[in-house]
């Protein structure tokens, strides 16, 4: 039954859950002033695991003992404990079946030992099938099984080492998360390593008859698809009859920039896709287990594993910087103490990126700065990440150091030509690259959203910039012109469009925009008609799979998110936002918290989903404490 709902009055007491929520944010705080939660994602990465495992110790003799033998049957069971009543695996909760998790996990279980014939592979088999066989799965699935023989080679996509030696800086023209796995990926393509498998295994049952092995070209003739296709057909003769000289030179400039790349960093990246690539590349080029470089990219891939005798998983990344500059910006706004918003300002400052990475081959002039999304990772600086931060030190109250001075300069020199911001590059956003072969994972490039732009020009105008600034123009400009129809904004980093049209919203506000602007009353107008019966909001992952906003279960932050977005948009008194805070303090816990199961954040739109755990406790906590400012003067209390 949904909750009989009343609106808001002077008797609500904010005060008191703002007070609870910050204790308990408080209580999560290190001792050296950061947080960080965990981050969790779907059943690939435990599935990868074991497929690292085979790679790194084949079976001798047709047997396989690898000496992780332990950990397999855990990740083998994590992966178990995820399977889905109709024997399919997502990559989202509650999510459908996904055919290259599925066909990821059944390889996994069935190398750990699961028999073919089990309930459990059995029926996941059946899912795979369904879902157009192995054959449907992607080119990251298929490539890695031809790594052993279990999907043709000539029906995977090539991505030949030479293309770092192409003029132009061709490497950077990808995402810099595609860069960093492409390149390790290029070494295997070039040295083919042939691992074998245990005696008695294949994937024969999983490939659908009649089902196509290789990628339908486009019916428009003259296409960038079929270009790249035919450019694959003559990179596969290359491989047979090509110049061996410069395939290995472009081997060694490949090894050369993935082992630069792993400086300043914790693993080549930081991420868990190129931190396991790096390990088969390595080994491929013959590096011992006790070489340096190989003992320090296994030490950082295994950082990233939980095992906590309950629970076992791999985390896709780590997330202080980001979840320390949220909670900061939170807590600053609710009235936190300001020990600890200082200590946080300090664990933040010492993070400042002072090297130079990817980003300066098209911005060459300008100083290093900004901040990254983990403990190290310097060659990539977040832009998003910068914003954050620079809004959490706004509420330090420190006033303008060298280091904010330094980044807001970074910033702007990072504004994409047309007028917004991106992830880690500027004007990285050639989109033929899109349709490479090996382009699937739905994130070849690396182009400029509304949801960074709006926190972008947040904390620019947080920090003294207002709508006269040029940069502050085009930005607004920016939004203005990236508006959905409907009055929503695309969020590419967090589900979805909630996540977009909040921060586009905070963005325009601080930007000086008014409130009776048609796309400001169009947004707030769109988030009140698609709030829950029970006051809140939810959106689920699948809005990305069909281009517009689809409803989920109400969740914390999201709901948070769309009370921040009202606000925004000046609205301070309406039954949606009185719902809204109503849902906010009706769901928070005893200890000051909330809890959600659903993931809000996104990795690759339509591949890979994010649950950041810290989500849940920094957005309501911001929510109400921006609510509380906006029914008029309260005085600030300390937790």
């Keep these: 039954m949904t909750p009989q709902l009343q609106p808001c009055s002077e008797s609500l007491d904010v005060s008191d859950a703002l007070a609870r929520a910050t204790g308990h944010l408080l209580h999560l705080q290190h001792p050296e002033g950061y947080w960080w939660g965990e981050l969790t994602a779907d059943t690939t990465l435990e599935s990868d695991f074991i497929l690292l495992q085979l790679f790194l110790y084949p079976p001798a003799d047709g047997v396989w003992r690898p000496p992780t033998a332990g950990l397999i049957q855990k990740a083998a069971a994590s992966i178990l404990s995820r399977q889905l009543p109709d024997g399919g695996f997502n990559i989202y909760p509650h999510g459908p079946a996904d055919v290259s998790a599925t066909v990821k996990a059944y390889f996994a279980l069935k190398l750990a030992g699961l028999p073919e014939t089990s309930l459990e592979l059995t029926r996941a088999r059946q899912v795979i099938l369904s879902l157009g066989g192995l054959q449907a799965a992607n080119s990251y699935v298929k490539i890695n099984l031809s790594l052993f023989g279990l999907y043709p080679r000539e029906h995977c996509p090539s991505i030949p080492p030479e293309m770092i030696l192409l003029p132009g800086n061709f490497i950077y023209q990808m995402s810099s998360w595609t860069r960093t796995i492409v390149v390790p990926l290029s070494i295997l393509h070039g040295l083919n390593p042939q691992r074998p498998v245990p005696d008695g295994f294949h994937l024969k049952e999983l490939f659908l008859p009649g089902a196509p092995m290789t990628y339908a070209p486009s019916p428009r003739r003259l296409s960038w698809r079929n270009v790249f296709l035919s450019l694959d057909r003559l990179l596969k003769f290359w491989d047979q009859h090509g110049s061996r000289a410069l395939r290995r030179k472009a081997i060694r400039e490949a090894e050369r920039w ?55 998983f791999f985390q896709p990344c780590f997330s202080p910087v980001w979840d320390t500059a949220i909670a900061a910006f939170a807590l600053g706004r609710a009235g936190a103490p300001a020990e600890s918003l200082s200590n946080a300002s300090a664990w933040l400052v010492s993070k400042e990126v002072r090297h130079k990475g990817d980003w300066a081959v098209k911005r060459p002039g300008v100083e290093p700065s900004g901040w990254y999304f983990e403990f190290a990772n310097e060659f990539y600086p977040d832009i998003d990440d910068t914003a954050m931060v620079l809004l959490a030190l706004r509420e330090s ?104 049209t909040f921060l586009a919203l905070r963005g325009l506000r601080a930007a000086g925009q008014s409130e009776r602007e048609a796309h400001i009353l169009r947004a707030a107008e769109w988030i009140r008609s698609v709030q829950n019966p029970d006051g809140g909001w939810g959106e689920s992952c699948a809005s990305y799979d069909e281009g517009c906003f689809v409803p989920a279960p109400s969740t914390a932050s999201q709901t ?53 755990h810290l989500y849940r406790q920094s957005f309501p906590l911001l929510a109400l404490a921006e609510f509380q400012k906006s029914q008029g003067p309260r005085p600030r209390e300390a937790a």
């Design 258 to 312: 993935m082992l630069e790349h792993t400086r300043y960093s914790d693993g080549l990246g930081a991420i868990y896709p190129p931190m396991m690539y790096i390990l088969m590349a390595l080994d491929s080029l013959g590096y011992s287990r006790n070489h340096p470089a190989f003992a320090e990219a296994e030490l950082q891939f295994f950082r990233l594993l939980v095992d906590d005798g309950e629970r076992f």
């Design 560 to 612: 948070a998110w769309a009370v921040l977005g009202l606000l925004a948009a000046g609205d301070t008194s309406s039954r949606s936002l009185q719902y809204g805070v109503q849902y906010l303090l009706r769901t928070q816990q005893a200890e000051g918290s909330w809890h959600e199961d659903l993931a809000t954040g996104t990795g690759f739109p339509r591949v890979f989903y994010l649950t950041y």
């Design 397 to 500: 109250a420190t006033g303008e150091s060298p280091a904010v001075r330094r980044a807001i300069r970074w910033l702007l020199a990072m504004q994409s030509r047309d007028g917004g911001w991106a992830a880690f590059d500027a004007d990285n956003n050639w989109k033929p690259l899109s349709e490479v072969p090996f382009a699937d994972h739905n994130a070849m490039l690396d182009p400029t959203c509304p949801d960074i732009t709006g926190r972008v020009l947040e904390a620019l105008c947080a920090w003294g910039l207002d709508s006269t600034h040029p940069a502050v123009r085009r930005a607004v400009q920016y939004l203005i012109r990236t508006q959905e129809a409907d009055g929503s904004w695309y969020g590419r980093w967090g589900v979805n469009y909630l996540y977009g």
